[in-house]
C-alpha cells in the first residue's frame, strides 16, 4: 500500500470516473487503474463499483477512503513540519475563488505571490460558495477566498479585509439622481441581482430584508456582475456591487455609482480552510501577501 494509491483512490472516488481522475492525477488512465487494482488486490477487496456511472466506492471502499483521507492528513502534516523547520514555504495549495472575487482580486495577488514564494504551486479554482464547501469537505481544494460568514460548520474562515457595497443606477432609474440611497427606498422590482448560488445574492437580500424570490422586471441566471452592470446601463433597472469593482468601471460611468446609507452595507472577504488544515506556512504567506496588496493599495488613494 502507497501514498500513490490512496491518493488515486481518492480522487477517483471524488472525480466519479477514472479518466477524470487520470487528468486531474497528472498519469495515464491504465496507469491509475492499474494502482488501484493493486490496491484492491492486496486488501482483498473492491472497492470501487465500477459498474455505476458515475463510479462509487463500495462499502469496504468507504472505509478505506476515510481511512486513507485521514493517512494523507498525517503524510501532508509531517511534509508542512519540516519544510517548516527547514523554513521554507512550498508545496501545492488548491485555492477556491468566489466569482463575486476572482476577476478584481487575482491578479492583483498573484504576481507578487509567485515572485516571493517561487517554490509553492498555486493551482486556481473560480467556484460558488456551495461547491466550495464541498470541496473543502472533501478535500478537492485546500483553501478559498470566500464572503465571510458563508461557510459554517467545520471551516474556519479568517478575515482579510472589509469591501463596501455600493449601488449601480441607470440614468433612467428614479434614484439616479442621488448621491445616496437609503435601501428602504430601492425598489425591488427594479433590482437585479446574481443568480441562485452566489452568497453575494444572498447577502444583498438579507439586507434589503427582501424575500428570497424577488419580483423583478429583469431577471439573468448570471454569476457575472460586469454583465449586470451592463444590464443596468441599458435597462431601468439598478444592481449592487462591491468596491472592489468600482476602479474597473469606465470614468464615463462613474456617476451611476451611489453610496447607501445604512450601517453594515459590506462584506468582510476573508480565507477559508478546513479546521483539520495543516499547510500552515503557505496560508500565512498567502495572507500576508493579500492583506499587504490591498493596505497598499489604500494607502495609495
Known amino acids: 500500500m502507497t501514498i500513490i494509491q490512496l491518493q488515486y483512490l481518492i480522487e477517483v472516488a471524488n472525480c466519479g470516473s477514472f479518466s477524470a481522475a487520470s ?17 484492491e488486490e492486496e486488501l482483498g477487496v ?24 485521514e493517512t494523507l492528513k498525517a503524510y501532508n502534516t509531517i511534509r508542512e513540519s519540516v519544510a517548516e523547520l527547514k523554513g521554507e514555504t512550498a508545496g501545492k495549495i488548491r485555492l477556491g475563488v468566489i466569482p463575486t472575487i476572482a476577476p478584481y482580486l487575482l491578479h492583483k495577488f498573484i504576481p507578487d505571490f509567485v515572485k516571493q514564494y517561487p517554490r509553492v504551486e498555486l493551482e486556481i479554482r473560480e467556484m460558488v460558495t456551495a461547491d466550495i464547501i464541498e470541496a473543502l469537505k472533501r478535500d478537492k481544494i485546500d483553501a478559498a477566498l470566500v464572503a465571510s460568514g458563508t461557510c459554517g460548520e467545520g471551516i474556519l474562515e479568517r478575515d482579510l479585509f472589509s469591501d463596501t457595497f455600493y449601488a449601480y443606477v441607470s440614468p433612467s432609474n428614479s434614484l439616479f439622481e442621488r448621491s445616496n440611497i437609503r435601501i428602504e427606498d430601492i425598489d425591488m422590482k427594479d433590482l437585479i441581482l446574481l443568480s441562485p448560488g452566489n452568497c453575494m445574492r444572498d447577502q444583498i437580500l438579507e439586507l434589503c430584508q427582501a424575500r428570497r424570490n424577488v419580483p423583478s422586471n429583469y431577471y439573468f441566471e448570471s454569476g457575472s456582475l460586469d454583465t449586470l452592470m451592463r444590464i443596468v446601463d441599458c435597462t431601468s433597472s439598478m444592481t449592487i456591487i462591491p468596491e472592489m469593482a468600482l476602479e474597473y468601471i469606465p470614468a464615463s460611468r462613474k456617476n451611476q455609482v451611489k453610496t447607501l446609507a445604512k450601517s453594515a452595507t459590506s462584506r468582510r472577504i476573508a480565507i477559508a480552510i478546513r479546521r483539520t488544515y495543516v499547510k500552515t506556512s503557505i496560508i500565512a504567506a498567502l495572507e500576508k501577501t493579500i492583506t499587504d496588496k490591498i493596505a497598499m493599495e489604500k494607502a495609495a488613494r
Open 46 to 69: 473492491v472497492l470501487l463499483d465500477r459498474s455505476k456511472k458515475p463510479v462509487i466506492p463500495t462499502e469496504a471502499g468507504n472505509v478505506v477512503i476515510a481511512q486513507a483521507q
Open 23 to 39: 487528468e486531474h492525477c497528472f498519469v495515464t488512465q491504465p496507469s491509475l487503474s492499474m494502482q488501484i487494482k493493486a490496491l
